[in-house]
């Protein structure tokens, strides 16, 4: 079916900037959309940005004018463009292709880390 891979994360300085990529392999038959997810030890994965077959988007309100999430067809290829990070922005960073014939499908993350 679908793989995804994360790329991209890494260590940044507050105020700092990442992208993130996806690369998406396998058939994208029945795939509605993508996402960025991320999880901090202990706590629930927690929805961050959306995309969906007709180019809409969705951002959670905490990184609302920060984040951009974007997609390049010709390349397989999801991004999570991260702008002005805080330190709450630390977490694995999970990529999802949602499925109209579920389950969805899920990367193994990318650890990105906001700190001095």
């Known amino acids: 079916q679908v793989q995804l891979v994360e790329s991209g994360g890494g260590l940044v300085q507050p105020g700092g900037s990442l992208r993130l990529s996806c690369v998406a392999s396998?058939?994208?038959?029945?795939?509605?959309?993508f996402g960025w997810f991320r999880q901090v030890p202990g706590k629930e994965r927690e929805l961050v940005a959306l995309i969906g077959v007709t180019g809409s988007t969705f951002y959670t309100v905490s990184v609302k004018g920060r984040f951009t999430i974007s997609r390049d067809n010709a390349k397989n290829t999801v991004y999570l463009q991260m702008n002005s990070l805080k330190q709450g922005g630390t977490a694995v960073y999970y990529c999802?292709?949602?499925?109209?014939?579920?389950?969805?499908?899920w990367g193994q993350g990318t650890q990105v880390t906001v700190s001095s």
């Open positions: 999802v292709a949602r499925s109209s014939n579920t389950p969805d499908f």
């Open positions: 396998g058939s994208m038959r029945n795939i509605n959309g």
